[in-house]
T-cell receptor
Framework: AQKITQTQPGMFVQEKEAVTLDCTYD???????LFWYKQPSSGEMIFLIY??????QNATEGRYSLNFQKARKSANLVISASQLGDSAMYFC????????????FGSGTKLNVKP | DSGVTQTPKHLITATGQRVTLRCSPR?????VYWYQQSLDQGLQFLIQ???????AKGNILERFSAQQFPDLHSELNLSSLELGDSALYFC?????????????FGPGTRLLVL
């Protein structure tokens, strides 16, 4: 089974609107961390936000927030007030407590922000 | 800028050749991770070093090897290169080696095998 699933290969959003990028994960480990990274066309991987499995509140970092629904094993990224510079690939990733040496990445979602 | 540096940025070589990719982690980071990103395989974890010692192996081929030096920089050696090894190779670093740690990625090395 896939550890991380991103079901949206591509998405469009109008500038200044909010957008949600979906991510579901699969683990039986009670301790894990969930991450989102942004990869612009230039290729670098930029860390956006982190959510720990024991965190009671959803993580937020500026315009990014993580909608963490533990029972559903989902960790959706919400970008508010989209900007043209948000156009990029977005990857969801997970690290398990019992196997924390490995990072599992999803296949990514290509976000295009339209002016 | 994540603070992780990788050299070279681009590398073009021929099948059968050997190349070395270099990574310097962020100041203070002890863990270094290597990843391969290709169009068909996505982002794949290759190997991790922590303070000079190998900690975990992922989908790393036997033709590939890595090491972390006392100054904590790391090198990934790719030998007997094949066309399918063409990819973007990332190095990432983190402070230590814990679940909650975020990995910070370098800009990557684009390898093209002709």
């Amino acid at each position: 089974a896939q550890k991380i699933t991103q079901t949206q290969p591509g998405m469009f959003v109008q500038e200044k609107e909010a957008v949600t990028l979906d991510c579901t994960y699969d683990t039986s480990d009670p301790s894990y961390g969930l991450f989102w990274y942004k990869q612009p066309s230039s290729g670098e991987m930029i860390f956006l936000i982190y959510q720990g499995s024991y965190d009671q509140q959803n993580a937020t970092e500026g315009r990014y927030s993580l909608n963490f629904q533990k029972a559903r094993k989902s960790a959706n990224l919400v970008i508010s007030a989209s900007q043209l510079g948000d156009s990029a690939m977005y990857f969801c990733a997970m690290r398990e407590g019992g196997n924390f040496n490995k990072f599992y990445f999803g296949s990514g979602t290509k976000l295009n922000v339209k002016p | 800028d994540s603070g992780v540096t990788q050299t070279p940025k681009h590398l073009i070589t021929a099948t059968g050749q050997r190349v070395t990719l270099r990574c310097s982690p962020r100041s203070g980071d002890l863990s270094v991770y290597w990843y391969q990103q290709s169009l068909d395989q996505g982002l794949q974890f290759l190997i991790q070093y922590y303070n000079g010692e190998e900690r975990a192996k992922g989908n790393i081929l036997e033709r590939f090897s890595a090491q972390q030096f006392p100054d904590l920089h790391s090198e990934l050696n790719l030998s007997s290169l094949e066309l399918g090894d063409s990819a973007l190779y990332f190095c990432a670093s983190s402070v230590a080696d814990r679940t909650v740690e975020t990995q910070y990625f370098g800009p990557g090395t684009r390898l093209l095998v002709l």
